[in-house]
């Protein structure tokens, strides 16, 4: 079987092709790492691999599917997860010069589910220092391009996972999200990326855990993968009081949405978040081609409150708890963006922090009221076309200077403080050649809901070439004219047997 047409199967097709025998881990995962080793030079977006386990584990589950008997729903299938996420074996240096040795000692229960679900953790996948900020670049692994264009930025926090998705080397991936960190780079390599609300993905290693800014979430190329990974990753944990007690088969059997009874609203920029007039085009354009088959398609004002504010104030406060004290013993690890949000916690007030509280609740409010006529809203997942990574950041949109690091990912981080679900669908290209995402909001705790939305809007826009997902140009596809490890100052020691770091992480 050809290899390149074998990698870019779809998780459900490859599990379907193990049980009826036409296909065997051991040959899939053979396919996934002669990728790996086409593509991985060429974007970075692998950091630890585990291959010697990985072909272990792939023999024994072929053997299980050959006697019928699959350990779980995922059996066989090789997964990258995010480097800020701990996988028992193998490095998780968060991209910090401070943990470039660390082998996590155990799995994160998010991981651990995977693995007793049969899937193979085969390697981790590329963060921003710390996971902090939009651009997957550290001074451990170096930086990660996009899988169309090398040259320019995959998005982050989970870059690594994105573009791993979108150059075909992995069929699953994990992520987390607390300003857009799963949408974001989703949307710039033209994969589904999806953000549940705060009670789906149990994330007990959360520094605040009455805090839903951040969570955990699946990483696919398709709805009906990303929600595969999801009845597996979902459920209830005792130590993460935001999560609560559901069925086994939350996800299994969604609700039947017809297209023409949906209800959408839309917004090109989330209440006036400066947007790239190419991008607003381009969001327009997949707003006229939804409309003629749903019920209702019309603007509305995402104008919910002060937002951003608010935003900066809780982010500040994770980042705070997390990372001062290491500021004061070892400020020599740490890189600017940390710095930026530990010193902007410091000025803030507990006044501050109070109002930010209740003026979430007023925007969570506002929003309640608007759903109410509506199943979902649309909006564009990123306000430009990626830029080059060497750039750690946009700093003017629409001749707009951004403020601060993250201000350019607004149009993500402001549905974070609704705690309510979000999906990224890769929705063709823009203007530049490059992936455009459109994001789709649900009301706060509608995940069912928003996800068979999200499947009906991805099936009708699949059927143009226009709005379907890309695919990078493999054959064609160029290193970057910088070398992606060239910012590596800090590289990671494989050998170290330090199991002992106590890591601490604001997302």
């Known amino acids: 079987m050809n290899s390149r047409a074998l990698i870019s199967w779809s998780a459900s097709e490859v599990l379907g092709a193990f049980s009826d025998k036409t296909l065997t881990p051991t040959d899939y995962l053979s396919a996934c790492l002669e990728q790996i080793k086409q593509m991985n030079p060429k974007i970075n977006a692998l950091t630890d691999m585990d291959t010697k386990n990985a072909i272990l584990e792939a023999a024994e589950s072929t053997k299980r599917w050959q006697l019928g008997m699959p350990k779980g729903p995922l059996d066989g299938l090789p997964i990258g ?300 997942t990123v306000p430009v076309s990626p830029f080059p990574w060497t750039q750690p950041h946009a700093t003017e949109i629409d001749q707009q200077k951004m403020d601060i690091y993250y201000r350019w990912l607004a149009l993500t981080y402001r549905g974070s403080l609704l705690n309510g679900p979000s999906i990224t669908l890769p929705t063709g290209l823009d203007p530049q050649g490059m992936p455009f995402g459109l994001q789709i909001l649900g009301a706060v705790r509608a995940d069912e809901t928003l996800l068979a939305a999200a499947s009906a809007i991805e099936a009708l826009l699949a059927q143009t070439s226009e709005t379907a997902r890309p695919e990078p140009d493999f054959a064609t596809l160029q290193d970057s004219t910088i070398e992606l490890k060239s910012m590596v100052t800090h590289p990671p020691i494989f050998d170290s047997t330090d199991t002992s770091a106590t890591v601490k992480t604001a997302v």
């Open 81 to 380: 997860v995010k480097d800020l996420q701990d996988a028992k074996g193998l490095l998780t240096t968060h991209g910090s010069p401070k943990l470039r040795g660390n082998i996590a000692s155990k799995d994160l229960p998010m991981v651990a589910k995977l693995r007793d679900a049969g899937a193979i953790i085969l390697a981790k996948t590329n963060v921003p220092e710390l996971g902090a900020g939009g651009n997957s670049r550290n001074p451990v692994w170096g930086a990660t391009g996009n899988p169309f264009n090398p040259n320019l930025i995959a998005g982050g926090s989970s870059g690594g996972s994105a573009a791993a998705l979108g150059a075909n080397m992995l069929p699953l991936c994990t992520g987390s999200d607390t300003g857009g960190s799963l949408r974001l780079p989703a949307a710039l390599c033209g994969i589904v990326g999806y953000r549940p609300s705060v009670d789906v993905v149990a994330h007990p290693t959360r520094p605040l855990g009455w805090s839903g800014i951040s969570v955990l979430g699946p990483m696919a190329r398709t709805v009906e993968d990303m929600i595969l990974m999801l009845q597996v990753i979902q459920g209830y944990d005792e130590n993460d009081p935001l999560t609560a007690p559901a069925a086994p088969d939350r996800f299994s059997n969604l609700p039947n949405i017809a297209l023409k009874e949906l209800r959408i609203g839309y917004s090109e920029d989330f209440g006036g978040t400066p947007v790239d007039p190419d991008i607003r085009a381009t969001f327009q354009q997949r707003v006229a081609a939804i409309k003629p088959h749903v019920a209702v398609c019309r603007p509305v004002d995402l104008n919910l409150g002060d937002m951003d504010r608010v935003f900066d104030i809780l982010r500040a406060e994770s980042f705070h708890v997390a990372f001062a004290q290491g500021l004061i013993d070892t400020p020599e690890f740490f890189g600017d963006n940390i710095k930026t949000n530990v010193a902007l916690a410091k000025s803030f007030t507990l006044a501050d922090r109070g109002w930010a509280h209740v003026e979430q609740t007023k925007i969570l409010r506002n929003y309640n009221a608007l759903m109410k006529d509506f199943d979902i809203i649309l909006l564009p």
